[in-house]
Structures are given as structure tokens and as C-alpha cells.
């Protein structure tokens, strides 16, 4: 069976302050992997997509970043944190690209920025 | 753009009323969206409840219904009898061919015992 694993499960950190999320999946190869976000009170956004190692698309611009260094790994990065960045990041995977495809998501990372 | 609306929460009912949250979408550049509806339970991921690809075609699924009406752009999520394990925050979602969905902001649900 397939398992999404993320990390950490929450971070409070300080504005201007570097991050790294992580996400590894098990159990599939070659998954597609996803990247959202929900800011407190709004809704659930894709941040990222990506359907191969080394190969990452942007969907909406937050000065973050992501990378996919392995196939069974999406890792979420800035260099500064902002406090916009605060919220509730989720990593996903699908068997296939497109629309029609049911996402199966880790727990989320709850993202504290002070 | 496209978009999905949800019944905004929190909502709260008692075991064994019936439920329904609403959810209608726009969808201006896809022309037969996919509909979702994924659920997380408290302590757990974000899981589908049900999907439907076809206008006019229902989903079910745990005593959930949804059925996918194009010309209300609707996709309600409806349930005669809930139960107190039914608590959790509910997304509706639509998508395309080309693109992973896109989420209302979710609906959380309490059922009082």
C-alpha cells in the first residue's frame, strides 16, 4: 500500500527566516506530486505540481520554491519567510496527471510565521 | 477563472438530522469540469469522499450523495441521517483534463450527539 508521509507536522518560525517542508511518498513509482496551501480562512490552493524527478511547475506565485530531488520526494523551500506564508501546507499524489484524478494527501504541515 | 463556492461554516446539527452543503462552481474555461468532494476527519489527511466526471450522474459514497448538475453549475453534498462520526471539515472541488482541482475553502461540520 501507498504512504504519503510529511514533515514536520507544524513550524513556528520568524519572519525573514528560512524553510523546508518535506514529502515522501512509498509504495509508487513515479507518482505525480502536488504542493497546496490554504491560508487560514481561505481555500486550498495548488502551489506546485510535478510529474517527473528534477521537474517542477509553478501554479501561483509566493516566493517559494519546490523541488522534486528524488521520485518518491517534493521538498518546499524559501530562503525568507514571509508572513503571508503562514498556513496550512498539504503534499499530494495522483496516479496520473490531469483533473479527473483522485489526490491522495499527507497530513499537512501547520505553518506558524511571527 | 474557474472557481468552486461551499457553504460557508462552521455547521452544526444533531445525529440523525439530515444534511446539505452546498456547492456550486464556475467553471469559464473548462467545458465538463470534474466534480469532487473530499473530507478530513479530525487527526487525518484530506481523503475523496466521492467523485463524479459526468453532468447529470450522481456519487456516493458512506451514506453521502452528490449529484453533478450542470445547469445549476451545482454539486451539493447531501446525507438523510448524519452521525457524530461524520464530523470533519468537507471540500467541494472541481477539475479539468489538464489540471489538478481546485478547492472551495471547506465546510466544517460538527454533529451534536
Known amino acids: 500500500a501507498q504512504t504519503i508521509h510529511q514533515w514536520p507536522v507544524a513550524e513556528i518560525k520568524a519572519v525573514g527566516s528560512p524553510l523546508s517542508l518535506g514529502c515522501t511518498i512509498k509504495?509508487?513509482?513515479?507518482?505525480?506530486l502536488y504542493w497546496y496551501w490554504q491560508a487560514t480562512g481561505g481555500t486550498l490552493q495548488q502551489l506546485f505540481y510535478?510529474?517527473?524527478?528534477?521537474?517542477v511547475e509553478s501554479v501561483v506565485q509566493l516566493n517559494l520554491s519546490a523541488s522534486r530531488p528524488k521520485d518518491d520526494q517534493f521538498i518546499l523551500s524559501t530562503e525568507k519567510l514571509l508572513l503571508s506564508h503562514s498556513g496550512f501546507y498539504l503534499c499530494?499524489?495522483?496516479?496520473?496527471?490531469?483533473?479527473?484524478?483522485?489526490?491522495?494527501f499527507g497530513s499537512g504541515t501547520r505553518l506558524t510565521v511571527l | 477563472g474557474d472557481s468552486v463556492t461551499q457553504t460557508e461554516g462552521p455547521v452544526t446539527v444533531s445525529e440523525s438530522e439530515s444534511l446539505i452543503i452546498n456547492c456550486t462552481y464556475s467553471?469559464?474555461?473548462?467545458?465538463?469540469?470534474?466534480l469532487f468532494w473530499y473530507v478530513r476527519y479530525p487527526g487525518e489527511g484530506l481523503q475523496l469522499l466521492l467523485k463524479?466526471?459526468?453532468?447529470?450522474q450522481k456519487g456516493s459514497s458512506r451514506g453521502f450523495e452528490a449529484t453533478y448538475n450542470k445547469e445549476t453549475t451545482s454539486f451539493h453534498l447531501q446525507k438523510a441521517s448524519v452521525q457524530e462520526s461524520d464530523s470533519a471539515v468537507y471540500y467541494c472541488?472541481?477539475?479539468?483534463?489538464?489540471?489538478?482541482?481546485?478547492f472551495g475553502a471547506g465546510t466544517k461540520l460538527s454533529v451534536k450527539p
Open positions: 509504495g509508487k513509482s513515479s507518482p505525480n
Open positions: 499530494a499524489w495522483s496516479l496520473r496527471a490531469g483533473g479527473a484524478e483522485t489526490l491522495y
Open positions: 467553471a469559464t474555461s473548462i467545458a465538463y469540469p470534474n
Open positions: 510535478s510529474i517527473t524527478v528534477g521537474q
Open positions: 472541488a472541481l477539475g479539468d483534463n489538464n489540471n489538478a482541482p481546485r
Open positions: 463524479v466526471i459526468t453532468a447529470g
